[in-house]
């Protein structure tokens, strides 16, 4: 054969190869985008699909309709350690979220996440709304598989009006009704990602308190006659049930934008809500609200659809879980998940899909803890942290303790609990993890009054630190401090928030980190009233916010390590030094 033969031979042999390879690329499967909404406080009875009739969510609804109901879904008792056990797959107390705030809600740096899976995977990842799972980076939703964060890192947000927002690690005045603002930066993500696979995490925070919600939603609801048996028929139920019906809206608003790009077919769309109701109403008899191991403080609505790949009006009966979304969803999308930590969650691929039946299983057990109280529920049973048992087909309500004639079921569930305290190393022990200081990828680092600790007279505007801020700081004595540790060694600006009437300026205000120091003087008012009590239907003690104003000390030279880091008045000329929102640290060049 010539060379030109040869040569021809060996071009169409390529074009050939190339042929069948796009013709292969173009039988693959398209990766479907995933799109999570996670409610904050909203119970298994507040839909209308549930059955309640004092409210009507259509949207939400559609997704049982569409897709697949659980129907009976386990969370744990408040928001962290939720959040935290659907971003891992495993129980909680593994991953060192042991509470809500102070630092304790914060998620251990060796765990992988959900979205670190799908980012590996060449997934575009977001997360619009309330993070709660660590906010000093590398505990920052940036550092744990996100592209994007726009929201807050606490767990509690004292305004739903116009509030003050962080987009990627930078505060921003935002403008509307938060959970309205967060649908609208998802639906911006996914706009953007229409042309890639994406990893699209909402997490409102309603209907959790400040009972805020928008006139249109509220006028409905104010002088309503609810006919469902609420056990309190008052404006805090009337307003979560408005907040329901607005995070209702914002779902339909998410799936009409799916429609609009015609992703809706190609798209996961999981609904879930992270502990039971704030409030006594009703939940379907279930006995327990939120912070409760009984079964209506950690049974939520859970709905999952996948046109053409999940069965359509279909209830799942066997037992499932907040830990088992990492498992189902990644073996739904054909997705490796990160990290070699061993998972508590199961995969709940086959009860799903439309084209497989199985056997039932309802054996495994699942456990819910709340401050060492540790609940079990396995096939009916349930035992509480009082060693009570119930049969949960037969009463639902938990009203008739049935121990004393199962007594084998008993013994075995205490095992059972005793062992998985063991294995998830629960134990009543302090949280001496430092708040991280200057991380090399990120040049800025909160610390907010909430993971503070103070010495002397400085009280906290509220008893629910999480959206707090400090006040009656009257003496050079009080101090207000950090146990931090410094990631990177450095020149840092630091940033005070604060307020100050005009005849309190004046005081000195000195930053101290071991040898190294800094001083600032107030030399400006800011004296701004309180933001969102008028917004609120319902007077509770949870902390509102100011319009805290920043100024900055100078510039402090750290030292990597360990140690307090100390803010103190050294002057205070006026009744009080200032009234102290959070510290800003942001890493300056040389």
Request: aromatic share 12%.
């Given at each position: 054969m010539s060379p030109l033969a040869r040569a021809i031979l060996a071009l169409w042999v390529s074009l050939l190869w190339l042929g069948q390879a796009r013709a292969q690329d173009q039988l693959k499967p398209t990766p479907p985008n995933i799109l999570i909404v996670l409610a904050d406080d909203q119970g298994w009875g507040d839909l209308s699909y549930s059955g309640n009739k004092d409210l009507s969510t259509p949207n939400i609804d559609s997704l049982a309709r569409d897709g697949a109901a659980f129907d009976r879904f386990y969370v744990c008792p408040v928001c962290a350690p939720t959040r935290a056990e659907f971003l891992t797959g495993r129980y909680h107390p593994r991953t060192?979220?042991?509470?809500?705030?102070?630092?304790?809600?914060?998620?251990?740096?060796?765990?992988?996440?959900?979205?670190?899976?799908?980012?590996?995977?060449?997934?575009?990842?977001?997360?619009?709304?309330?993070?709660?799972?660590?906010?000093?980076?590398?505990?920052?939703?940036?550092?744990?598989?996100?592209?994007?964060?726009?929201?807050?890192?606490?767990?509690?947000?004292?305004?739903?009006?116009?509030p003050e927002l962080e987009r990627d690690g930078e505060y921003f005045q935002a403008k509307g009704y938060i959970t309205d603002i967060f649908t609208d930066e998802a639906i911006r993500f996914?706009?953007?990602?229409?042309?890639?696979?994406?990893?699209?995490?909402?997490?409102?925070?309603?209907?959790?308190?400040?009972?805020?919600?928008?006139?249109?939603?509220?006028?409905?609801?104010?002088?309503?006659?609810?006919?469902?048996?609420?056990?309190?028929?008052?404006?805090?139920?009337?307003?979560?049930?408005?907040?329901?019906?607005?995070?209702?809206?914002?779902?339909?608003?998410?799936?009409?934008?799916?429609?609009?790009?015609?992703?809706?077919?190609?798209?996961?769309?999981?609904?879930f809500s992270d502990n039971g109701p704030n409030g006594p109403r009703w939940n379907g008899a279930m006995k327990g609200i939120k912070g409760s191991v009984d079964e209506g403080g950690v049974r939520v609505p859970c709905l999952m659809r996948w046109p053409g790949r999940i069965k359509a009006g279909y209830s799942v009966p066997n037992a499932a879980g907040a830990i088992d979304l990492l498992p189902t969803l990644t073996e739904l999308a054909d997705i490796k998940r990160v990290g070699d930590k061993p998972l508590d969650g199961i995969t709940h691929r086959f009860w799903l899909d439309i084209d497989v039946d199985v056997d039932l299983d309802n054996s495994r057990p699942i456990f819910s803890n709340q401050n060492g109280k540790v609940s079990v529920r396995v096939n009916e049973w349930r035992m509480d942290p009082q060693g009570r048992l119930y049969n949960m087909i037969e009463d639902p309500g938990q009203t008739t303790d049935v121990a004393a004639e199962h007594v084998k079921e008993v013994n075995n569930l205490r095992e059972l609990v005793a062992k998985w305290r063991e294995d998830v190393g629960l134990r009543d022990t302090p949280d001496l993890r430092p708040f991280t200081v200057g991380h090399a990828e990120w040049p800025i680092t909160e610390l907010p009054a909430r993971d503070a600790k103070t010495h002397g007279g400085i009280k906290r505007s509220s008893v629910h630190p999480n959206c707090s801020y400090f006040y009656n700081w009257k003496k050079t004595d009080d101090v207000v401090a950090w146990d931090v540790e410094v990631l990177t060694a450095g020149r840092y600006e630091a940033v005070v928030y604060y307020t100050c009437p005009q005849e309190d300026i004046g005081s000195a205000i000195e930053l101290r980190f071991g040898e190294a120091s800094v001083r600032g003087k107030i030399s400006e008012a800011n004296d701004p009233p309180i933001e969102g009590?008028?917004?609120?239907?319902?007077?509770?003690?949870?902390?509102?916010?100011?319009?805290?104003?920043?100024?900055?000390?100078?510039?402090?030279?750290?030292?990597?390590?360990?140690?307090?880091?100390?803010?103190?008045a050294t002057e205070i000329p006026g009744k009080q030094a200032l009234e102290f929102r959070r510290l800003m640290l942001r890493r300056v060049e040389d």
């Open positions: 060192g979220v042991h509470g809500v705030t102070s630092g304790a809600e914060r998620m251990n740096l060796d765990e992988r996440t959900i979205a670190e899976a799908f980012k590996a995977a060449g997934y575009a990842t977001g997360c619009f709304g309330k993070w709660h799972n660590g906010m000093q980076y590398p505990y920052h939703p940036r550092a744990r598989g996100f592209d994007t964060f726009v929201g807050f890192c606490s767990g509690h947000w004292g305004d739903y009006f116009d996914m706009e953007k990602n229409k042309g890639r696979p994406f990893f699209c995490y909402v997490p409102f925070c309603t209907p959790h308190s400040p009972m805020q919600v928008p006139d249109k939603y509220w006028e409905k609801f104010k002088d309503k006659k609810l006919v469902m048996d609420h056990s309190r028929a008052d404006d805090h139920t009337r307003a979560a049930l408005a907040m329901c019906e607005n995070i209702d809206d914002n779902v339909g608003r998410l799936l009409a934008k799916l429609d609009e790009l015609k992703l809706a077919d190609n798209t996961i769309v999981v609904y009590e008028k917004e609120n239907r319902v007077q509770k003690g949870e902390s509102f916010v100011k319009d805290f104003k920043p100024m900055s000390l100078g510039v402090i030279e750290l030292m990597q390590g360990a140690g307090e880091l100390t803010l103190r």
